[in-house]
């Protein structure tokens, strides 16, 4: 991760946190004009792409038992959890 992309999110965790309490809301609406709002939103969906690129893709998983010849996914179904082995 990049350090302005660090740095937006430093930025934008506080947005986040202040918006729930009704004392920030007034200092918070006065920081946001059209202009910053239209930059949030912008710098978010490339950050949001960007972490979505990164994403390792998993391939859907019919769960029959077919398509399970080490029962992994039939021993996850009975106990409810997953167990890794190194």
């Known amino acids: 991760m990049s350090d302005e992309q660090k740095d937006f999110l430093n930025m934008l965790e506080p947005l986040n946190v202040e918006a729930r309490y009704p004392t920030y809301k007034e200092k918070l609406f006065r920081s946001l004009d059209t202009t910053r709002c239209l930059d949030i939103l912008n710098n978010t969906e490339k950050l949001y792409l960007w972490i979505k690129s ?25 106990t409810g959890e997953i167990i890794y082995s190194v």
């Open 54 to 78: 990164r994403l390792p893709m998993i391939e859907p998983v019919l769960l029959e038992e077919e398509n399970d010849p080490s029962g992994f996914l039939a021993d996850i179904l009975k």
